[in-house]
């Protein structure tokens, strides 16, 4: 299973009226992670649009265990947690400094044609993908 690795530097306008990042803000990070993820996989998520597909979030989950503050560095670790040729469920946890685990999580996607948001398999539209994620999901 390949993890891929992201920082990121805490924003103030990231934080809330606590002074901590505003709960929202971590769904950005999942998505940089993803992105990079992608990226280090060998693959452009930009590319994929311009053949008129895209891959949607069809489900979320967070678990916030301990806040980042302005100035904090993040680092948001990412990998593919299962994938069935159709759907893909990236797995997440974001650290702070100390290497402690803040925050866990998941994304579910799917693949789907732009102009219609029909699914499509990704063994047959993105064999290379495809390929790729089947090598580098997370073991059962």
């Known amino acids: ?9 805490v924003r103030y306008a990231e934080t809330d009226a606590m002074q901590v990042v505003y709960h929202g803000q971590y769904v950005v990070w999942l998505e ?5 993820l992608i990226e280090d996989l060998g693959f452009n998520y930009a590319e994929m649009e311009k053949e008129g597909y895209v891959a949607p979030v069809l489900d979320i989950q967070l678990s916030y265990k301990k806040p980042f ?17 159709v759907r893909t469920v990236y797995g997440y946890e974001i650290k702070n400094k100390e290497g402690e685990v803040c925050v866990t999580g998941t994304t579910s996607h799917t693949i789907v044609k ?9 063994k047959r539209i993105f064999p290379d993908w495809h390929k790729v994620y089947e090598e580098n999901k997370k073991q059962a």
Request: no cysteine; net charge negative.
């Open 114 to 122: 732009k102009d219609t948001f029909r699914p499509v398999s990704m």
């Open 69 to 85: 503050r302005y100035g904090d560095t993040a680092w948001v670790y990412s990998w593919i947690e299962e994938y069935n040729g």
């Open 32 to 36: 940089l992670g993803r992105t990079q």
């Open 1 to 9: 299973m390949f993890v891929s690795e992201k920082e990121v530097q």
